[in-house]
């Protein structure tokens, strides 16, 4: 008996990577720009565990 989320789960991103001919590259990009479109920002977690906002994340934790 197969999972029915999973299953789901896997139609829709098999939909969504046809839209991008299968091409990883494409999708990462169309993705990053409606990232910087949006003005989204990323978080990334702390030294002590919890998020902060850093505006690069080669930055350094202090």
Do not use: H
Not at 20 to 34: P, T
């Amino acid at each position: 008996m197969t999972d029915e989320i999973i299953k789901e789960v896997w139609c829709v991103k098999d939909e969504i990577a046809s839209e991008f001919n299968y091409d990883i590259a494409a999708l990462a990009a169309y993705l990053n720009k409606k990232e910087q479109s949006e003005g989204a920002k990323k978080e990334y977690p702390s030294e002590k565990g919890t998020p902060s906002v850093l505006a690069d994340p080669r930055e350094k934790y202090e």
